[in-house]
């Protein structure tokens, strides 16, 4: 009886029919919960994800890769010369759920990496750009936007290695560095 009822709370993984239990809505949305990091090879990558049981599916207009999490959740792969260059978690849902989710991942990162940039301008961003890899996380939760108007907001996390974008002025022209880096992809 106790095992069946251990087994009853354990993760089923993504074919299963249910979620690992957690009070967290954002436990999955790290590195860390598919046993990635950023780096890795796109075949050990993809290997990893396929062996725990997810299915990535490849957007080749983009080369990309995402896996559907579930409803609302969705996690995209983004490879530079065959490495890991970024993972960003999406998260959509309605408003008050995304607000706490974006309130919940600003505390773990923070317990994880310390204070963010320090943006005057908006509390809806926060940049872990002192890290490797770094984090940025954009909260969408304006009710007059097309999305709030539904109701509706999105929250994304994406960590990435900076060293493998071009480099650019900050104009979005590119500097020289810029282009000889992109000359030997």
């Given at each position: 009886m106790l095992?069946?009822?251990?087994?009853?709370?354990?993760?089923?993984?993504?074919?299963?029919s249910s979620n690992f239990p957690s009070l967290s809505s954002t436990s999955w949305m790290s590195?860390?919960?598919?046993?990635?990091?950023?780096?890795?090879?796109?075949i050990q990558t993809l290997k990893a994800l396929r062996e725990s049981?997810?299915?990535?599916?490849?957007?080749?207009?983009?080369?990309?890769?995402?896996?559907?999490?579930?409803?609302?959740?969705t996690l995209t792969l983004s490879f530079s010369k065959k490495k890991l260059q970024s993972?960003?978690?999406?998260?959509?849902?309605?408003?008050?759920?995304?607000k706490s989710s974006f309130s919940e991942q600003k505390e773990v990162l923070a317990g994880k990496f310390g204070k963010p940039r320090d943006l005057k301008l908006t509390a809806s961003v926060l940049i872990y750009d002192h890290t490797r890899p770094n984090v940025f996380v954009v909260l969408s939760a304006k009710p007059n936007s097309d999305i709030g108007k539904q109701g509706l907001g999105y929250l994304v996390v994406r960590y990435f290695d900076p060293s493998s974008l071009p480099m650019t002025d900050g104009k979005?022209?590119?500097t020289a560095e810029g282009e000889k880096q992109?000359?030997?992809?």
């Amino acid at each position: 009886m106790l095992l069946a009822l251990l087994l009853f709370f354990l993760p089923a993984g993504p074919g299963g029919s249910s979620n690992f239990p957690s009070l967290s809505s954002t436990s999955w949305m790290s590195p860390d919960s598919f046993h990635l990091s950023i780096g890795m090879g796109q075949i050990q990558t993809l290997k990893a994800l396929r062996e725990s049981g997810w299915k990535p599916k490849e957007d080749k207009s983009k080369g990309q890769f995402y896996v559907e999490y579930s409803e609302g959740k969705t996690l995209t792969l983004s490879f530079s010369k065959k490495k890991l260059q970024s993972l960003r978690f999406e998260y959509v849902d309605f408003l008050p759920a995304v607000k706490s989710s974006f309130s919940e991942q600003k505390e773990v990162l923070a317990g994880k990496f310390g204070k963010p940039r320090d943006l005057k301008l908006t509390a809806s961003v926060l940049i872990y750009d002192h890290t490797r890899p770094n984090v940025f996380v954009v909260l969408s939760a304006k009710p007059n936007s097309d999305i709030g108007k539904q109701g509706l907001g999105y929250l994304v996390v994406r960590y990435f290695d900076p060293s493998s974008l071009p480099m650019t002025d900050g104009k979005g022209t590119m500097t020289a560095e810029g282009e000889k880096q992109k000359s030997k992809s």
